[in-house]
């Protein structure tokens, strides 16, 4: 079955702890990015990747950072977590590319992230 | 940067009655509008999409209407049934190559359904 897997589904931390939220997707997609989500602000994306090695800043990248050492895989690191950064975070995939216009967005079923 | 804004933020209908969310976007070189339907504990799902070079378009019960002038689009769900109940969010894109999938989201729609 082709998905988008996160993991954890949820998560509780205290204020500095550094984590990583996993994301991996057998679609064999190009594009993969990460998302989170807020009441009344919808889906802000925080980083995206074009291919492997290849990964740019979104919307609202401070605090972040992601790595792409494999087509599969885009890891979410929170190096110091801070409270504003509890949301529920999304990681999606697509078959889009450098060459291609947009393309579906498949998103994985979300990690809830309570920084204390 | 693009901006896009979306009403209601909730939306109570009757079973059977239509349901219309409507959103507008600020960039006029916006060219794709793809709309997302959340279920509870679940990520969005693409439900329809439109391209700026189309005025409407239609999936079963669902339909998306464009209005570039305007610039907004509404999504249009006919004879609504409990399922139909979710988040839904619309989107916009200026489909840069290099960027890809850059979309900006309006910030969701909450439909009930009640029977």
Known sequence: EAQVT????????????????????????????????????????????MNVEVTDKGDVPEGYKVSRKE???????????????????????????????????????GTRLTVT | GENVEQHPSTLSVQEGDSAVIKCTYSDSASNYFPWYKQELGKGPQLIIDIRSNVGEKKDQRIAVTLNKTAKHFSLHITETQPEDSAVYFCAAS???????NKLTFGGGTRVLVKP
Request: proline share 8%.
């Open chain 1, 6 to 49: 996160q993991n954890p589904r949820y998560l509780i931390t205290v204020t500095g702890k550094k984590l990583t939220v996993t994301c991996s997707q057998n679609m064999n997609h190009e594009y993969m990015s990460w998302y989170r989500q807020d009441p009344g602000l919808g889906l802000r994306q925080i980083y995206y990747s």
């Open chain 2, 94 to 100: 200026i489909s840069p190559k290099a960027a890809g």
């Open chain 1, 71 to 109: 087509k599969r895989n885009f890891p979410l690191i929170l190096e110091s977590p801070s409270p504003n950064q509890t949301s529920l975070y999304f990681c999606a995939s697509s078959s889009a590319t450098t060459s291609s216009y947009n393309s579906p967005l498949h998103f994985g079923n």
